[in-house]
């Protein structure tokens, strides 16, 4: 191994350990507590040497926030494997989405709720982004013409509930009553247009 590439290797060994411990700080007592002295201190590193691999909190939230994207495309593209039929596919990744926000408070939050420069929907969008988005659009694409649209209103309405629940503000013990409404609604509300003859 050259010098190099074992530099490179102990780099991102490094940001790993930054990632982990800021998820952990969080997880433990939540964003408010992850602050560049608090990861120096918890790991050991001088501050100069996180800023050296992160500009700033927000950049290392969107460190977390990649690794929450590669688990939740998992957890979703599992999900509609292991469902038969694609309505099933459909309440499966639903199902999924809701309890991988409800399990991971903290990784869910620094995914879709706090400040960071990671952006869908654009030219430059993370693949990470993107391959949750495609989990998404699969199960979706069956029912609806606009796939686009129709799995932006599957996740917005998603990201509703696991708010929601989250926050305490609906009642968990509807949970699957909700999630047949929403799936419902884009069995019935996004029907792909007959072929005409």
């Known amino acids: 191994m050259g010098i190099a590439e074992r530099k490179g290797r102990e780099r991102a060994e490094r940001e790993q350990r930054i990632v982990a411990a800021a998820r952990a700080i969080a997880e433990r007592e939540g964003w408010g507590a992850v602050t560049?002295?608090?990861?120096?201190?918890?790991?050991?590193?001088?501050?100069?040497?996180?800023?050296?691999?992160?500009?700033n909190r927000d950049a290392i939230v969107a460190a977390v926030a990649v690794d929450g994207f590669k688990q939740i495309t998992v957890a979703l593209r599992e999900a509609a494997g292991e469902a038969i039929g694609r309505q099933n596919a459909l309440r499966s990744v639903a199902t999924a989405y809701l309890a991988f926000g409800l399990r991971r408070p903290a990784?869910?939050?620094?995914m879709f709720v706090l400040p960071t420069n990671?952006?869908?929907?654009?030219?430059?969008t993370r693949p990470e982004l993107q391959a949750a988005f495609e989990a998404?659009?699969?199960v979706v694409s069956p029912f609806c013409a606009d796939v686009a649209v129709a799995t932006e209103t599957f996740w917005a309405a998603l990201h509703g509930l696991t708010e929601l629940e989250r926050s305490g503000r609906i009642r968990p013990a509807a949970r699957d009553e909700r999630i047949a409404r929403v799936v419902g609604a884009v069995v019935g509300g996004g029907r792909k247009p007959a072929a005409r003859g």
């Open 36 to 55: 560049i002295r608090r990861l120096a201190e918890e790991i050991e590193y001088s501050q100069p040497v996180l800023y050296s691999h992160f500009a």
């Open 107 to 110: 990784l869910y939050e620094a």
């Open 118 to 124: 990671l952006r869908f929907a654009e030219a430059e």
């Open 136 to 138: 998404l659009a699969a």
